[in-house]
Protein backbone atom coordinates (compact mmCIF):
# COMPACT_ATOMS: atom_id res chain seq x y z
CA UNK A 1 0.00 0.00 0.00
CA UNK A 2 1.44 3.55 -0.61
CA UNK A 3 1.88 6.33 1.43
CA UNK A 4 -1.19 8.17 -0.56
CA UNK A 5 -3.41 5.18 -0.11
CA UNK A 6 -2.39 4.71 3.92
CA UNK A 7 -2.73 8.80 4.29
CA UNK A 8 -6.69 8.83 2.96
CA UNK A 9 -7.51 5.48 4.76
CA UNK A 10 -8.45 6.74 8.05
CA UNK A 11 -10.96 8.83 5.98
CA UNK A 12 -12.40 5.36 4.32
CA UNK A 13 -12.54 3.69 7.15
CA UNK A 14 -14.65 6.69 9.07
CA UNK A 15 -17.14 7.03 5.79
CA UNK A 16 -17.64 2.70 5.83
CA UNK A 17 -18.64 2.94 9.62
CA UNK A 18 -21.22 5.69 8.87
CA UNK A 19 -22.53 3.61 5.90
CA UNK A 20 -22.86 0.41 8.12
CA UNK A 21 -24.19 1.83 11.09
CA UNK A 22 -21.43 0.94 13.43
CA UNK A 23 -20.83 4.36 14.53
CA UNK A 24 -24.43 4.88 15.45
CA UNK A 25 -24.41 8.28 16.82
CA UNK A 26 -22.63 9.64 13.49
CA UNK A 27 -24.70 7.83 11.24
CA UNK A 28 -27.97 9.17 12.67
CA UNK A 29 -26.86 12.39 12.45
CA UNK A 30 -26.14 12.27 8.87
CA UNK A 31 -28.99 10.79 8.56
CA UNK A 32 -31.26 13.66 10.00
CA UNK A 33 -29.50 16.40 8.38
CA UNK A 34 -29.87 15.09 4.69
CA UNK A 35 -33.47 14.56 5.51
CA UNK A 36 -33.98 17.80 6.99
CA UNK A 37 -31.85 19.52 4.59
CA UNK A 38 -34.06 17.81 1.78
CA UNK A 39 -37.44 18.15 3.05
CA UNK A 40 -36.72 22.41 3.78
CA UNK A 41 -35.58 22.95 0.19
CA UNK A 42 -37.91 20.80 -1.62
CA UNK A 43 -41.19 20.56 0.34
CA UNK A 44 -40.66 24.12 1.89
CA UNK A 45 -38.90 25.81 -0.58
CA UNK A 46 -36.65 27.17 1.50
CA UNK A 47 -33.45 28.77 -0.24
CA UNK A 48 -30.03 27.00 0.64
CA UNK A 49 -28.87 30.49 1.71
CA UNK A 50 -31.29 30.82 4.07
CA UNK A 51 -30.84 27.64 5.64
CA UNK A 52 -27.12 27.89 5.77
CA UNK A 53 -28.09 31.41 7.60
CA UNK A 54 -30.57 30.27 9.65
CA UNK A 55 -27.55 27.34 10.68
CA UNK A 56 -25.13 30.02 11.49
CA UNK A 57 -27.37 32.23 13.77
CA UNK A 58 -28.22 28.90 15.75
CA UNK A 59 -24.71 27.75 16.04
CA UNK A 60 -23.69 31.83 17.20
CA UNK A 61 -26.64 32.34 19.59
CA UNK A 62 -26.11 28.80 21.21
CA UNK A 63 -22.23 29.91 21.92
CA UNK A 64 -23.71 33.10 23.04
CA UNK A 65 -25.72 31.51 25.77
CA UNK A 66 -23.27 28.89 26.52
CA UNK A 67 -20.47 31.10 26.96
CA UNK A 68 -22.50 33.65 29.47
CA UNK A 69 -23.55 30.94 31.64
CA UNK A 70 -19.93 29.52 32.10
CA UNK A 71 -19.21 33.07 32.70
CA UNK A 72 -21.95 33.40 35.14
CA UNK A 73 -21.15 29.52 36.97
CA UNK A 74 -17.56 30.47 37.12
CA UNK A 75 -16.70 27.78 34.86
CA UNK A 76 -14.61 28.38 32.07
CA UNK A 77 -15.54 29.27 28.55
CA UNK A 78 -15.62 27.11 25.64
CA UNK A 79 -12.16 27.29 23.48
CA UNK A 80 -12.01 26.65 19.99
CA UNK A 81 -7.92 25.64 19.82
CA UNK A 82 -9.20 22.69 19.07
CA UNK A 83 -11.37 23.36 16.27
CA UNK A 84 -9.22 23.62 13.21
CA UNK A 85 -8.66 21.77 9.93
CA UNK A 86 -5.53 20.38 9.71
CA UNK A 87 -2.67 20.38 6.74
CA UNK A 88 -3.26 16.02 6.94
CA UNK A 89 -6.81 16.01 7.05
CA UNK A 90 -6.86 18.81 3.95
CA UNK A 91 -3.96 15.91 2.28
CA UNK A 92 -6.19 13.22 2.56
CA UNK A 93 -9.36 14.47 1.50
CA UNK A 94 -7.23 16.16 -1.97
CA UNK A 95 -5.94 12.18 -1.76
CA UNK A 96 -9.31 10.79 -1.30
CA UNK A 97 -11.00 12.80 -4.21
CA UNK A 98 -8.20 12.69 -6.55
CA UNK A 99 -8.49 8.92 -6.00
CA UNK A 100 -12.02 9.00 -7.20
CA UNK A 101 -11.68 10.51 -9.95
CA UNK A 102 -8.61 8.06 -11.31
CA UNK A 103 -10.84 5.17 -10.49
CA UNK A 104 -13.77 6.73 -12.28
CA UNK A 105 -11.83 6.94 -15.27
CA UNK A 106 -10.47 3.35 -14.80
CA UNK A 107 -13.64 2.24 -14.86
CA UNK A 108 -14.69 3.69 -18.11
CA UNK A 109 -11.71 2.41 -19.75
CA UNK A 110 -12.29 -0.97 -18.24
CA UNK A 111 -15.72 -1.18 -19.72
CA UNK A 112 -14.92 0.63 -22.75
CA UNK A 113 -11.67 -1.03 -24.11
CA UNK A 114 -11.05 -4.54 -21.82
CA UNK A 115 -14.43 -5.79 -21.17
CA UNK A 116 -17.21 -8.56 -23.08
CA UNK A 117 -19.99 -6.78 -25.04
CA UNK A 118 -22.55 -7.25 -22.11
CA UNK A 119 -20.18 -5.73 -19.86
CA UNK A 120 -20.04 -2.97 -22.07
CA UNK A 121 -23.69 -2.82 -22.94
CA UNK A 122 -24.38 -3.10 -18.91
CA UNK A 123 -22.22 -0.10 -18.17
CA UNK A 124 -24.08 2.12 -21.14
CA UNK A 125 -27.13 1.03 -19.94
CA UNK A 126 -26.85 1.82 -16.55
CA UNK A 127 -25.67 5.17 -17.22
CA UNK A 128 -28.68 5.70 -19.89
CA UNK A 129 -30.91 4.93 -16.87
CA UNK A 130 -29.20 7.12 -14.50
CA UNK A 131 -29.86 9.62 -17.16
CA UNK A 132 -33.54 8.96 -16.96
CA UNK A 133 -33.66 9.52 -13.28
CA UNK A 134 -31.38 12.53 -13.32
CA UNK A 135 -34.02 14.15 -15.74
CA UNK A 136 -37.05 13.63 -14.18
CA UNK A 137 -35.82 15.04 -10.43
CA UNK A 138 -33.07 17.51 -9.10
CA UNK A 139 -29.81 17.05 -7.91
CA UNK A 140 -30.30 17.78 -4.49
CA UNK A 141 -33.13 14.96 -4.60
CA UNK A 142 -30.83 12.70 -6.20
CA UNK A 143 -27.88 12.82 -4.07
CA UNK A 144 -30.55 12.81 -0.74
CA UNK A 145 -31.58 9.40 -2.61
CA UNK A 146 -28.35 8.31 -2.74
CA UNK A 147 -27.16 9.04 0.68
CA UNK A 148 -30.32 7.08 1.69
CA UNK A 149 -29.33 4.07 -0.31
CA UNK A 150 -25.65 4.03 0.58
CA UNK A 151 -27.09 4.07 4.18
CA UNK A 152 -29.14 0.87 3.71
CA UNK A 153 -27.88 -1.29 1.23
CA UNK A 154 -25.56 -2.39 2.45
CA UNK A 155 -26.70 -2.70 6.09
CA UNK A 156 -29.30 -5.05 4.37
CA UNK A 157 -26.65 -6.58 2.64
CA UNK A 158 -24.36 -7.30 5.79
CA UNK A 159 -27.47 -8.84 7.21
CA UNK A 160 -28.68 -11.09 4.26
CA UNK A 161 -25.32 -11.39 2.79
CA UNK A 162 -25.61 -15.14 2.53
CA UNK A 163 -29.38 -15.51 0.70
CA UNK A 164 -28.45 -12.76 -1.48
CA UNK A 165 -25.57 -14.17 -2.45
CA UNK A 166 -26.99 -17.60 -3.18
CA UNK A 167 -29.33 -15.68 -5.06
CA UNK A 168 -26.66 -13.87 -7.39
CA UNK A 169 -25.67 -17.43 -8.27
CA UNK A 170 -28.39 -18.66 -9.92
CA UNK A 171 -28.88 -15.07 -11.27
CA UNK A 172 -25.53 -15.30 -13.11
CA UNK A 173 -26.06 -18.84 -13.70
CA UNK A 174 -29.42 -17.78 -15.78
CA UNK A 175 -27.29 -14.51 -17.35
CA UNK A 176 -24.69 -16.91 -18.52
CA UNK A 177 -27.00 -19.19 -20.43
CA UNK A 178 -29.48 -16.25 -22.00
CA UNK A 179 -25.86 -14.84 -22.93
CA UNK A 180 -25.02 -18.34 -24.60
CA UNK A 181 -28.47 -18.43 -26.16
CA UNK A 182 -28.27 -14.99 -27.93
CA UNK A 183 -24.56 -15.98 -29.07
CA UNK A 184 -25.67 -19.18 -30.66
CA UNK A 185 -28.41 -17.66 -32.37
CA UNK A 186 -27.85 -14.15 -33.16
CA UNK A 187 -23.91 -13.23 -33.44
CA UNK A 188 -23.09 -17.20 -34.84
CA UNK A 189 -25.90 -16.87 -37.56
CA UNK A 190 -24.91 -13.33 -38.80
CA UNK A 191 -21.18 -14.54 -39.03
CA UNK A 192 -22.26 -17.28 -40.92
CA UNK A 193 -24.85 -15.35 -42.92
CA UNK A 194 -22.02 -12.86 -44.21
CA UNK A 195 -19.06 -16.04 -44.48
CA UNK A 196 -21.55 -16.89 -46.97
CA UNK A 197 -22.04 -14.10 -48.53
CA UNK A 198 -18.55 -13.89 -49.43
CA UNK A 199 -17.89 -17.27 -50.48
CA UNK A 200 -20.67 -16.37 -52.95
CA UNK A 201 -18.73 -13.21 -54.09
CA UNK A 202 -15.58 -15.09 -54.35
CA UNK A 203 -17.30 -17.79 -56.50
CA UNK A 204 -18.57 -15.31 -58.95
CA UNK A 205 -15.58 -13.58 -59.07
CA UNK A 206 -13.69 -16.53 -59.71
CA UNK A 207 -16.58 -17.00 -62.17
CA UNK A 208 -16.42 -13.79 -64.19
CA UNK A 209 -12.68 -13.98 -64.42
CA UNK A 210 -13.23 -17.96 -65.77
CA UNK A 211 -15.31 -15.92 -68.64
CA UNK A 212 -13.15 -13.69 -69.60
CA UNK A 213 -9.89 -15.75 -70.07
Same mark, same amino acid.
Given at each position: ????????? #?????? +?????? +? +?K?????????? %?????????? $?????????????????????????? =?????? #? #? /????? $?? %????T??????? =? !??????? =???? +???????????????????????????????????????????? #???Y? %??????? /??????????????????? &??? $??? $??????Q?????K???E &? !?????
Amino acid at each position: MSSAEKRSQ #PILDSG +RDILLW +R +RKKMSVTVFFIA %TVTWVLMEVY $KFNFITILCWVGMAVVTSLFLWGNMC =RLLGKE #P #P /RISGL $KI %TDQSTTEMTILF =R !ESIEEAV =RWMF +RVGADSEWYVFAGGVAGLWIMSRVGSCMDLLTLVYLGIMVSMTV #PVIYM %TYEDKIK /RYGERVKAQCRKLVEVVDE &KVF $KNV $KNKLFKQEENGNKEAME &K !EKKVE
